[in-house]
């Protein structure tokens, strides 16, 4: 009976609202609602210990290993989701909500200039050093690939290509982009296109040519050299953080992968259950669970010798890890 008179106030109450004149005004709305301090990438300013973090909120800051205190670099009025770092002009590019990418002089905060683009919103930058190519792609399909070094001048890219999102850039200007369930790998000074079948979203690429990918609770392996898998994987358990007893429990869970890079004999792959997992490259096989983070990791970087590991969380965490 309770459980019948709810239904019945319920259908009442919707009734009332349906048939009530509504005006609704409509105000610019941010992308996500949570916490702007949260971070939400984090890449390395020099070989090692020191790095830029973003936040949601719009900030840019400076974190240096061992020191409490952070640095603010920048402040923009508009949330921030990925960044890249050019070291030669000392230039950080963001890419935010509303302003397409912002190119920020990372000495002094000041804003520089805004890339724009076509429509909507870009989610990931990808950016190398030695060719100075900058790229992303917007949420409507489009990529954007800019020459940082002659004046961001934009790259056309062969018809191919079109509506690939470009993922990774090699130090001879070698792009990898993501098209449905094949990667493909575009030769900016030959023109060459080459084609790789497999599914999920390229995280990273090492120095072999091999793809580490990821796709919803598993990330894969694959050998471009043998045009061929190596091995697929995932989480084992989710360890929940008992804070009252301060332990952990597994539970036979698997959850969703979010980000994950390649070292030299090693795999390190962040969760939605708030661990990193390291895994022998070789065989797949897992080495290691790291467990510090007690929200969700939105971001992992690996420094150019692979001897160390930065990652950031949800709460506005930040941990390096020596390897």
Known sequence: MKTTSRITILISILILFSQCKQEIKLKPQKLTGNN???????????????????????????????KTKKKKIALLDDEIYSMAYNSSTKQIYAATLNSGIAVIDAENGKLIKTLKLKETW????????????????????????????????????????????????????????????????WNTQTNQIFSHSLTGTLEDVDKNNNLLVIGGKQFA????????????????????????????????????????????NTIYTAGLDKTIRKWKKS????????KKHRASISAISLNKNKSQLVSVDLSGTIYFWEL
Do not use: C, M
């Not at 702007?36 to 830029?52: E, H, L, M, N, W």
């Not at 399909?141 to 961001?152: K, L, R, S, V």
């Not at 065989?283 to 790291?290: F, P, R, V």
């Open 36 to 66: 702007p301090v949260a971070f939400t990438d984090v890449i390395y300013k020099s070989g090692r210990d020191t790095v830029f973090v973003s936040t949601y909120g719009g900030h840019i800051y400076e974190i240096i290993n061992n």
């Open 221 to 264: 392996l694959y050998n471009t050299s043998t045009d061929s898998l190596v091995y697929k994987n995932k989480h084992p358990n989710w360890p929940i953080y008992l804070k009252d007893k301060d332990s952990f429990v597994n539970v036979p869970l698997t959850l969703e992968i979010v980000s994950g890079k390649l070292g030299n």
């Open 283 to 290: 065989t797949g096989s897992l080495e290691e669970t790291l």
């Open 122 to 185: 870009a989610h990931k930058l990808t950016y190398n050093q030695q060719s100075k190519l900058l790229a992303t792609s917007d949420f409507k399909g489009n990529h954007y690939i800019w020459n940082t070094a002659d004046n961001f001048r934009i790259l056309e890219t062969p018809k191919k290509i079109r509506n690939a999102q470009p993922k990774y850039i090699t130090d001879n200007g070698i792009i990898y982009f993501n098209k449905r369930n094949e990667v493909l790998v």
